[in-house]
T-cell receptor, first 115, second 106 residues
């Protein structure tokens, strides 16, 4: 299995508080992604990174920010958590984003509950 | 947003072949089709990908139509452990639809 860890694995927080989720990889892959998955639905891309300090928005980026100061770490921050952000968050990594190669390896997920 | 289209659910008898279809009519000429599956609440797992030719690996086979607008993932001898949600995505778009929930029955 690809070396991807996510922390914390579970978190319960209150509306309005800031939350930071961490994704850590040991594969030295260039690309990292954050997705959210709501019950009964597929994954939706929040943000992704194509290198240190290089990030871009996905389809559901409102209310989220990211940072990548090192190749191995990609942080997802909810500045002021809302109940609509209750979800399971998955991190993924890949070696290339080109059409020729986009095999993504996923982390175990973080279950976030915002009360 | 360009998305793939998959049936929401399918059943398959244990030991039989499972054929999962996907329409990807917006795929561009140099983009691969990728298939993943997600078991329970785990992170998705890569299965296979292809461009034009049919592909086979230890997990599955992938049949892509000549016009590349659709493909079929084949699990040749489905087992109970293949029960999962299966997603196909277009190349680098990273857009996962709702996938197909495959239930393998004894």
């Amino acid at each position: 299995d690809a070396g991807i860890t996510q922390s914390p694995r579970h978190k319960v927080t209150e509306t309005g508080t800031p939350v930071t989720l961490r994704c850590h990889q040991t594969e030295n892959h260039r690309y990292m992604y954050w997705y959210r998955q709501d019950p009964g639905h597929g994954l939706r891309l929040i943000h992704y990174s194509y290198g240190v300090k290089d990030t871009d928005k996905g389809e559901v980026s409102d209310g989220y920010s990211v940072s990548r100061s090192k190749t191995e770490d990609f942080l997802l921050t909810l500045e002021s958590a809302t109940s609509s952000q209750t979800s399971v968050y998955f991190c993924a990594i890949s070696e290339s984003i080109s059409g020729q190669y986009n095999e993504q390896f996923f982390g175990p997920g973080t279950r976030l509950t915002v009360l | 947003d360009a998305k793939t289209t998959q049936p929401p659910s399918m059943d398959c008898a244990e030991g039989r072949a499972a054929n999962l279809p996907c329409n990807h009519s917006t795929i561009s000429g140099n983009e691969y089709v990728y298939w993943y599956r997600q078991i329970h609440s785990q992170g998705p797992q890569y299965i296979i990908h292809g461009l034009k030719n049919n592909e086979t690996n230890e997990m599955a086979s992938l049949i892509i139509t000549e016009d590349r607008k659709s493909s079929t993932l084949i699990l040749p001898h489905a087992t109970l452990r293949d029960t999962a949600v299966y997603y196909c995505i277009e190349g680098s778009k990273s857009t996962f639809g709702d996938g197909t929930t495959l239930t393998v029955k004894p």
